[in-house]
């Protein structure tokens, strides 16, 4: 069955750089893009950027200075890495895949910016 | 971007009764709208896109409506499932833009 996982650090310093990782099943990524949205705590969610089948990126473009897609379709492994973190991005951050529109979510990880 | 306006943010209602959730985009859509359910521990799902068209899956007491600017999602018969946040998204350009939710309570 199709399944997200996002991984990575619960908590990264202000100024550092976020590194994330969705690893996904039961589908490939050559045939799904795959995006990134996150939710600050107690707001609502924000889309971040998206990882096309074809390899294509496009991102939002309030966060495109600092954001980063790529990805391994040999390991089904889709990566976000954000830079200059700043306390208002703390957030949950998720990984879902494109299909009808966003069909399938991982359950999000938990992202804290602090020192 | 297109901005989405939901209300009302807060909704309290009883088993068996019915709600509507208003969505209005800042600039016409078509009927590029989609409605999700989020709960604590689960997965955001999917209910409905493109105004009307249920996901697989979605039951049908859940019903959306709506093209343009305004938009809305009817659930009939409320079950004890049903209980969380919605939030509606367009999804006719990119940026992709949510509304800010509702949170639908047990009264």
């Known amino acids: 069955q199709v399944q997200l996982k996002e991984s990575g650090p619960g908590l990264v310093q202000p100024s550092q750089t976020l590194s994330l990782t969705c690893t996904v099943s039961g589908f490939s990524l050559m045939d799904y893009s795959v995006h990134w949205v996150r939710q600050p705590p107690g707001k609502g969610l924000e889309w971040m950027g998206r990882m096309k089948y074809d390899g294509d990126t496009y991102y939002n473009s309030a966060l495109k200075s600092r954001l980063s897609i790529s990805r391994d379709t040999s390991k089904s492994q889709v990566f976000l890495k954000m830079n200059s973190l700043q306390t208002e991005d703390t957030a949950i951050y998720y990984c879902?895949?494109?299909?009808?529109?966003?069909?399938?979510w991982g359950q999000g990880v938990m992202v804290t910016v602090s020192s | 971007d297109v901005q989405m306006t939901q209300s009302p943010s807060n909704l309290a209602a009883s088993p068996g009764e019915s709600v509507s959730i208003n969505c209005k985009a800042s600039?016409?859509?078509?009927?590029?709208l989609a409605w999700y359910q989020q709960k604590p521990g689960k997965a955001n799902k999917l209910l409905i896109y493109?105004?009307?068209t249920l996901q697989s899956g979605t039951p049908s007491r859940f019903s959306g409506s709506g093209s343009g600017t305004d938009f809305t999602l009817t659930i009939r018969n409320l079950e004890p499932e049903d209980f969380g946040l919605y939030y509606c998204q367009q999804h006719n350009e990119y940026p992709p833009t949510f509304g800010a939710g509702t949170k639908l309570e047990l009264k």
């Open positions: 493109s105004g009307s």
């Open positions: 879902t895949r494109q299909g009808a529109l966003f069909d399938y």
């Open positions: 600039k016409s859509i078509s009927k590029y």
